[in-house]
């Protein structure tokens, strides 16, 4: 292992319980491959590895019972291969993102896009504490975000065209949220039940609920593990580019305040959080960041 040392050091390798060997992790932005990159990632496996490889959670895929002398051949056809070694200490780390608009129904923003960029702009940025990336395209939420130190999920506001609504309960039929009832002989929203899924908007046969603009919720500090525990909502934001400034400048906050050995989950109240999110919800009112400011 020592002449590999520094490369060890480094996310994307992972000691075994055979101390001996070591299982490599890949870099997979949104759980995305083409068929040609999962044939590469079939043959490295074979040739460097066991011939098998491992999903992991976080859409990441691993390649297990790695000889250390291979490291840096490994390393080498895995960047070659377009899957370059991933990461897994206290890094930002894989960016997971659920389908969204390319294939879910459900689906209110471009989850993968958004996942493409973080990961062009933050992947492996070292970091006291690890950071973990999720987006989901719906509050069905099906890659966990909130329980994430960084979660973003789609929305979307439903509006009834005021004076047009029969009363015919479709709406409140397809809400899963008890949020419509029919008063009156027309359909009333809670918001405070509403969770902006934007079903019922589709459900309208006369096309009468309207969406305002989609949008994304930010949370920071949730995790899983041992201990689970819910992001603090952070702000909703309309615009992606938004979003990706967010997000770069949240990773900025917690490089610079948080301290390492703790979870950032752990550490909210004492990185004084509200405090950020006020300066933040400000600053994003202004002009954008200039590169590397
Ligand atoms: S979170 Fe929503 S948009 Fe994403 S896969 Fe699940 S249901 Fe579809
Ligand atoms: S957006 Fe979703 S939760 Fe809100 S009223 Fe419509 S169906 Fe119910
Ligand atoms: S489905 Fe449309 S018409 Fe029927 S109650 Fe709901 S908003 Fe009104």
Redesign the pocket.
Known sequence: MAPHYGIHLRGGLITERDADFCTVRVRVPAGNLTVEQVRGLAAIAKRYGTGTVHVTARQAVEIPHVDPKKIPRITKALAKNGTPLGSEKDEVVNIVACPSIERCKYGMVDTIGLAKKLDERLFGKEMPVKVRISISGCPNACTSPMLNEIGIIGR???KRIPGLCTGCGT?AE????G??SIRNGVSV?DPE?????????QSCPFHLLKSEHSHYLVTVGGRRGRHPKIGRVLMTLEEEEKVVEAVERIVKWVYRRAWSGRLLAEQLDDLNFEAFRTELTRDLQKEPLQPQQ
């Open positions: 979307v506001k439903p709406c397809y809400c899963g949220e949020a419509i929203l039940k509403c969770v902006q899924c934007g079903v019922c908007i």
